[in-house]
């Protein structure tokens, strides 16, 4: 039996009709409805998450690693504002979250009443789409209450917002089936093979083009570009820009000396990000990627060859680096270790990297796709993200994270989904060791403390409240023992290998490694 909330059972059933089969639910009585509902249904499989905020994450984590839409469903009031960096990490990232919240009759907003706020684009630019459906009453209301879900669902590759009002009585289930919606359905435009055939042939043209890339992970451009230095013959007067955003912030300073830039990303939007954008298709960033490559493959570009020669000098550097116990030593372990698991069983896992240190070690050390949230580049959610993907995913899924992002987004372990494929790599420094490499704040008092927000924090305390099997490292034996565990060990429960190193000794390695470069 569903409910008797005519704009919910709306919803439910073209919920269905579109395809979702996946709801994050939070608690609360407003959206009592809607959950019981999305319960009700048996195309929709619901997974529980208390804290709305990880609840986000866990929704966007999910869409990551089934390629869909998924449903996060709040109640009403400031339930709803706890999803917004989730939100945002979705709309750079142009996963479809489908944010649903209840909301009281619009006549009790600001009247002082419990959990009332306004709600319609409450999370702002951050959506595609945001809609508030009526509770109808007639013909015409129950046509434009099907519209709005329907605009709203045909909105992809961006997180959109579905406002629910639901009037007293809430708890009434007696509908016997959902209603037979109309299903609006849309068709995305197409990169036409002419269209591609024009891009590769421009880019095989261009005196000096360069392909860029973005999200998942820029490997090592970093390094090539310290190696290029300020020796004009690397600049390029043609840049194709394929995904999502760049990691470093050299990269994208160098390639704004770029003549002009073409961009290729699937739902066409300007992202100026080198400050010389011409063109903008929209398209498949991998088809065109692919596309290029086989062009170079056929004819070798003497310019591309001269970046892959910096690249190589850049790849060298790092596999001949014998960093002594740090945070970046962890890292190389880890991805080497990974690539000898990879080699013997064929099996690739998934692998997140958190923002700030872990992301730049992984575009160091890692040669295989990296999930990370650099839509908004945030520390938070970044667990959550991993733990969601999880759920949905049969593989390893690994997490590399530092102690700030893993401590403010430690509830994505208070969790009763958990799954054992849920593997942690947790460095742990006592700060934001990010802060230690930017120049000039070691002048400040404050950065330690304040800035970096030096810590004793140790995560055994957080994995032995919610059953999770946690070793520490607190030297390179220790270390290696531990990734193996980690890598190869299969317990009845999600794993975090906390990782303790000395911040200053972190500090010390990486300058060691970049200086290593100009030898």
């Known amino acids: 039996m569903y409910s008797n909330k005519e704009n ?28 019981h509902n999305l319960n009700e249904c048996p195309d929709i499989t619901c997974y529980p998450v208390t804290d709305e905020r990880s609840a986000g994450f866990y929704a966007l984590g999910m869409a990551q690693a089934l390629q869909q839409p998924v449903v996060v469903c709040v109640t009403s009031g400031s339930a709803l504002l706890n999803l917004t960096p989730a939100v945002a990490e979705a709309y750079y990232q142009h996963r479809q979250v489908v944010v649903i919240s209840a909301d009281r009759p619009q006549q009790w907003i600001d009247q002082l009443d419990g959990q009332t706020l306004p709600q319609p684009d409450a999370l702002g630019r951050f959506v595609a789409k945001a809609v508030t459906l ?8 129950r046509w434009y209450c099907n519209r709005l879900v329907n605009e709203a669902l045909i909105t992809a590759h961006a997180p959109v917002h579905i406002n629910v009002p639901i009037s007293e009585p809430l708890f009434n289930f007696s509908v016997q089936a959902l209603p037979d919606e109309r299903l609006i359905e849309q068709t995305a435009a197409e990169m036409s093979s002419i269209t591609l055939s024009h891009i590769c042939r421009m880019f095989m043209q261009a005196h000096r083009p360069l392909l860029i890339a973005g999200q998942p992970m820029n490997p090592l451009m970093d390094e090539a570009v310290m190696l290029a230095g300020d020796d004009e013959a690397y600049v390029p007067d043609f840049v194709l820009y394929c995904g999502d955003s760049v990691v470093s912030k050299r990269l994208k300073r160098f390639l704004r000396k770029a003549k002009e830039t073409w961009a290729v990303n699937r739902t066409g939007e300007v992202n100026d990000t080198f400050m010389n954008l011409t063109h903008v298709f929209q398209g498949d960033p991998d088809v065109v990627t692919d596309m290029v490559r086989f062009y170079l493959e056929q004819q070798p570009h003497p310019f591309v060859q001269r970046w892959d020669a910096l690249l190589t000098r850049a790849q060298s550097n790092a596999d001949a680096f014998a960093a002594p116990y740090s945070q970046m030593a962890t890292v190389k372990c880890f991805e080497q ?18 923002n700030s240190t872990a992301i730049r070690l992984a575009n160091i050390f890692a040669r295989h796709r990296v999930w990370c949230n650099r839509g908004v580049n945030g520390i938070e959610g970044s667990l959550s993200t991993a733990a969601g993907f999880s759920l949905v995913s049969k593989e390893l ?28 790599l947790l460095l742990n420094n006592g700060r934001g060791a990010i802060f230690n490499l930017l120049p000039g704040l070691e002048k400040s008092p404050a950065r330690d403390r304040l800035v970096a ?65 100009n030898l």
């Open 8 to 35: 919910v059972n709306i919803l439910t059933a073209l919920l269905v009709k579109h395809g979702i089969r996946h709801a994050v639910v939070c608690p609360g009585s407003r959206n009592a409805p809607i959950v």
């Open 134 to 141: 009526p509770e109808p009453h007639d013909e015409e209301e």
């Open 337 to 354: 270790r990974l690539s000898l698991e990879v080699e013997q069983t064929r099996v690739e896992p998934a692998v997140h990297y958190a």
């Open 397 to 424: 899924v690994f997490c590399v994270i530092g102690d700030l992002s893993f401590f403010y987004d430690q509830n994505a372990l208070w969790n009763q989904n958990l799954r054992p494929n849920l593997r942690v």
């Open 453 to 517: 927000a030096a810590h004793e924090t140790t995560a055994e305390g957080i994995c032995r409240q919610n059953n999770v099997s946690y070793r520490q490292a607190t030297t390179e034996d220790e270390m290696q023992q531990g990734i193996a565990w980690l890598q190869t060990e299969n317990p009845e429960r999600p794993m975090v290998l906390e990782v303790m190193t000395d911040p200053a000794r972190d500090e010390q390695v990486f300058k060691d490694y970049y200086q290593r470069l």
